[in-house]
């Protein structure tokens, strides 16, 4: 079964400074990754995704990760921090689970992104 | 476009009494989706996943009998929590996949259950 870490379930940065957000996967095969977004009691929105085509992914809201390979490692960055970036962010890996194709997504543990003023 | 309505944001029931929580792909069709539960401050935890028209695949863990899944229409899946207990309070949310020509999963805005 494929798996992802998360390093560092609490994160601040300064508003204006760069965000890092750390993931990295386990996989026999090549990936489709993700990274969400969730503000506090909604769903999750989708930042980015790679799906084995430019190793660079560029998301939403300024948002960008840089798959790698031989780091087994998806990070996520933003150049400057907004404070409206504060929220919780997930990496989370596509796997196949069937002969029928049949998929789910598996989560990091999340990484809490707080913005100081 | 691929957008997931999920009903209700929230709700505070009972012991013993069941609660239905809806997921409606508003845009697409949706032949799989799937229920997460999430703990405070926790990740989501796959619970099931539905396909139109068949049964519900659980995680190992998950009770089938407790954790109602019906996924009768391409646009309509349905959680329903029965002979809810305070232990199943939680937040729950429903995804789907993506229509084809697209790679992804789409995820509703999730329920917060309280039961009392």
């Known amino acids: 079964a494929q798996s992802v870490t998360q390093l560092g379930s609490h994160v601040s940065v300064s508003e204006g400074a760069l965000v890092l957000l750390r993931c990295n996967y386990s996989?026999?095969?090549?990936?489709?990754l993700f990274w969400y977004v969730q503000y506090p009691n909604q769903g999750l929105q989708l930042l980015l995704k790679?799906?084995?085509?430019?190793?660079l992914v560029k998301g939403i809201n300024g948002f960008e990760a840089e798959f790698k390979k031989s780091e087994t490692s998806f990070h996520l960055t933003k150049p400057s921090a907004h404070m409206s970036d504060a929220a919780e962010y997930f990496c989370?890996?596509?796997?196949?689970?069937?002969?029928?194709?049949?998929?789910?997504?598996?989560f990091g543990t999340g990484t809490r992104l707080t913005i100081i003023p | 476009g691929a957008v997931v309505s999920q009903h209700p944001s929230w709700v505070i029931c009972k012991s013993g009494t069941s609660v239905k929580i809806e997921c409606r792909s508003l845009?697409?069709?949706?032949?799989?989706m799937f229920w997460y539960r999430q703990f405070p401050k926790q990740s989501l935890m796959l619970m099931a996943t539905?396909?139109?028209?068949?049964?519900?695949?659980?995680e190992q863990g998950v009770e089938k009998d407790k954790f109602l899944i019906n996924h009768a229409s391409l646009t309509l899946s349905t959680l329903t929590v029965t002979s809810a207990h305070p232990e199943d309070s939680s937040f729950y949310i429903c995804?789907?996949?993506?229509?084809?020509?697209?790679?992804?999963?789409?995820f509703g805005s999730g329920t917060r259950l309280t039961v009392v």
């Open positions: 995804s789907a996949k993506y229509p084809r020509g697209l790679y992804g999963y789409t």
């Open positions: 996989s026999s095969v090549p990936p489709y």
């Open positions: 790679y799906t084995s085509a430019a190793t």
């Open positions: 989370a890996v596509s796997e196949i689970i069937s002969n029928f194709g049949n998929e789910k997504l598996t």
């Open positions: 845009d697409f069709q949706a032949t799989t």
């Open positions: 539905s396909n139109e028209g068949s049964k519900a695949t659980y």
